[in-house]
């Protein structure tokens, strides 16, 4: 394989910006941020029936505004309280904790995949895919986009694919392509999967159930989404491919043969993500079950892939070192709505986008449910807890406007799903950036013009669905 120079997912010519912000600073940025926001905002609260908000029932909550706050000194008695300086630090191991369950996920995953990697398997096995693709990414990104966004619109797949970002890099390491088209490749295949949501069974069941329409009815329009959203995007990856000077490299006739040990332990991991989509759909496994499953999983990689006791046990632990950072992003994105939710502010937060919606056209309604869920989701990155905050307030007020129950759903996926791709809390996403170590301002550069084309498109098809009656 000849070598030449790897594209750092700038076009040629155009130096690289230099005010990329570390991960961590910029979540404690945005906790400082919505500490202010406390301070600001009136604390309210709706009232809940089996967790989900009863609309019409906001009500304001005294909040105690000592000054002494600010030092954490407590008092105040029931009245909700603003954030102080002992609050902000104690939100951090809180929202390690709130998120705990996850961060053992990923750092599992890392563990797995070191012991993965110490087998051979996964060097041998690309070394054979690129030989036998020809290093053509062209033809590779758009094979592995379509399944990957088949599986997060028809399965709900998305924390899943942390096991397949490391071989997404490690594959874009072989082609000489910068990491940056590595988690790109993921990150938008999977969110437009989400945002299409086709018969997505972790969102479709709690939103659509609010608004009262049969599950996965009006699949249709869902479907065209997904139709129209994954080609733009394929197109927009390649194109930047291209113009970021990547040129295909030259392979010599002969890869890395796969020995039988390689090939057993490559299917074994296929056989493995098959049963974890399966048990995840079928038996509700979450993350707990998850990192059991992982565990299992990388003892068997060990045994087939005659990596030794004290071997395994060090690329585990290596593993799991490369995954710290993407894990106390989590923790620093759970603090944030430990933060908001000390404060009783949130449920303000949602009366007041409610607001935008009411009295609107249905089109223009729709527009507004979309834009409120955008802004909702940097404070509530959570797709599911969004919807059931969210939505039962904003349906009744979507119904007055003229709107049907799946248009509701439909401008809640597009608004939850378009900000999720450049979120600045989203855990999960800065996770994944971390990994494949790619700064967060380099990806938003990056992903905010597919991410406005896609929002010109969403609101056609809102237009639409509101002249249809969808």
């Known amino acids: 394989m000849t070598n030449h120079p790897i594209t750092q997912g700038e076009p040629p010519g155009r130096p690289r910006r230099a005010f990329d912000v570390h991960p961590v600073l910029m979540l404690l940025s945005v906790l400082l941020l919505c500490a202010v926001l406390t301070w600001v905002l009136d604390s309210g609260a709706y009232q809940r029936v089996d967790g989900k908000v009863v609309p019409g029932t906001y009500a304001v909550i005294g909040k105690s505004m000592d000054w002494l706050h600010l030092l954490g000194v407590s008092g ?4 909700a309280r603003p954030a102080g300086l002992v609050s902000v630090l104690q939100a951090i191991p809180l929202g390690l904790v709130k998120n705990a369950s996850l961060i053992f996920m ?5 563990g797995m995949f070191g012991v993965f990697k110490r087998t051979g398997a996964l060097d041998a096995g690309l070394d054979q895919l690129v030989h036998r693709s020809g290093g053509n990414v062209y033809l590779l990104a758009p094979v592995l986009m379509c399944a990957l966004a088949a599986g997060s619109s ?46 997505n069974p972790v969102v479709l069941p709690i939103a659509q159930g609010i608004v009262q329409v049969p599950i996965f009815s009006g699949f249709g329009m869902r479907l065209a989404v997904l139709g129209v959203f994954l080609p733009l995007g394929m197109a927009y990856l390649l194109w930047r491919i291209r113009r970021s000077g990547f040129t295909r490299a030259e392979f010599t006739a002969d890869a890395r043969p796969l020995s039988a040990r390689h090939l057993g332990v490559l299917l074994l991991l296929a056989l493995a993500i098959v049963f974890m989509v399966y048990a995840g759909r079928s038996w509700r496994w979450h993350y707990n079950e998850l ?17 030794g006791a004290r071997a395994c046990a060090d690329a585990f632990i290596d593993g799991i070192k490369s995954m710290i950072l993407p894990s106390l992003l989590i923790g620093l994105a759970g603090a944030i709505h430990v933060l908001l ?24 309604g729709s527009l507004a449910i979309m834009t409120t869920e955008a802004g909702l989701d940097i404070l509530i990155p959570s797709t599911s807890a969004k919807a059931a905050i969210s939505i039962p307030i904003l349906w009744p007020i979507g119904q007055l406007s003229g709107l049907h129950g799946n248009s509701v759903v439909l401008a809640y996926l597009f608004g939850n799903g378009l900000m999720a791709t450049v979120s600045p809390t989203s855990g999960l996403m800065l996770a994944m950036l971390a990994m494949a170590k790619v700064p967060y301002g380099q990806w938003v550069r990056f992903m905010l013009p597919l991410t406005l084309a896609l929002a010109v498109i969403a609101t056609v098809f809102l237009f639409i669905a509101t002249r249809i009656g969808y």
């Open 154 to 199: 028809f399965l709900g797949l998305i924390s899943e694919y942390l096991v397949v970002l490391p071989a997404l890099v490690a594959m874009a390491e072989r082609l000489r392509l910068n990491s940056l088209y590595a988690v790109a490749m993921l990150l938008i295949a999977a969110k437009i999967g989400y945002i299409a949501s086709v018969s």
């Open 106 to 110: 990923v750092m599992f995953v890392g």
């Open 76 to 79: 105040g008695g029931e009245l």
């Open 291 to 307: 990192s059991g499953f992982y565990l299992a999983v990388t003892v068997l990689l060990a045994v087939v892939g005659g990596v």
């Open 341 to 364: 939710e000390q404060a009783q502010i949130l449920d303000t937060v949602v009366h007041g986008m409610a607001g935008l919606i009411q009295g609107r056209s249905p089109w223009v």
